[in-house]
Structures are given as C-alpha cells and as structure tokens.
C-alpha cells in the first residue's frame, strides 16, 4: 500500500502502418473504389495503441507533487494524464537545479495517504537524482512520435 507512480509510453498505429504491404495495397483500392461491403470483410484487422511502461517511482511523492501541480491540474485523482515531452524536460531540469543547488523549496514534499516521509533526507534526494536518470532515459530511448502518460495510484 502507498504511493506508485507510472509513466507510460504509447502510439497510436492505424492499420494501414502494420498490415504487409500487400494487404495495404488491397485495402487501399478498395477504400478508393468505396465498395462498402469487401471494406468491411477486410477490415478484420484494427487499429491499435501500444503502451509500455517506461518508468516507475515508489513514494516519490515531491516528484508526483509535480505531476499534480503540472499536469494534472491540481486534480490528485489516479487517472490517467498525458504528458508532453516538453513537461518532461521542464522535470529534468527541474530536478538538476535542485540537485545542484540543494534547493528543497524547488520540488518540495506533498503529504498524502502512505505517500512515504516528507523528510529533506537521502531518500529525498535520491528519487530526484533517479528521476534525473529515468527522464534522461526516456527522453533518449524514446521515438519522438510516442506520447507519455502519467498515472499514480495510492
């Protein structure tokens, strides 16, 4: 029981970017020639969203203050909100600062159900410094054409 924060990668990829390039081709006439019912026997195979978990924080609960604060719009609900790359970024450097200048007013400890200390200790400093390694991470690993989602469940 506590606080779990998530941050997922997903695209959207319609059909038509993964059906061999032959299938492509049959759809694609058929769609031009409008012929309804051969459109709707072809279309057997549907669109879909991957989505993969690309980070993970445990009662970091200055970094979800963030995400609340930034993203969420104030709203601590546990649903589910995109995240641009830019938010990211603005995050990262975030994170640097205070590292650097051990400026805790910058990401500062939310209190919340099981949400873990809101102590200024080693622990503090070090999910800052992960999320530093994380967001470096994902930013450079990640295909500029994924979106982001955040989602904490406490």
């Known amino acids: 029981m506590g606080l779990d924060q998530y941050l997922y990668a997903s695209k959207y990829v319609s059909s038509a970017e993964w059906r061999p390039e032959e299938v492509r081709a ?4 058929l769609v031009a020639s409008m012929d309804a019912e051969k459109m709707v026997a072809k279309a057997d195979i549907k669109s879909a969203t991957i989505q993969f978990r690309v ?9 979800h ?16 909100y995109g995240v641009s790359r830019e938010q990211l970024q603005e995050l990262l450097q975030l994170c640097k ?7 805790q007013k910058l990401l500062e400890p939310q ?15 070090g999910d800052i410094s992960e999320t530093i390694d994380l967001i470096n991470h994902v930013l450079k690993n990640t295909p500029d054409d994924y979106n982001f989602i955040y989602q904490s469940s406490w």
């Open 111 to 125: 209190e919340g159900f099981f949400f873990g200390s809101t102590e200024i200790d080693e622990y503090y400093w």
């Open 26 to 29: 049959e759809f694609d006439s």
């Open 55 to 63: 980070g993970y924080w445990r009662k970091a609960n200055q970094i």
């Open 65 to 80: 203050g963030w995400f609340v604060d930034n993203v969420q719009g104030g709203e601590d609900d546990c649903r589910e």
């Open 97 to 103: 600062e205070a590292v650097k200048t051990k400026n």
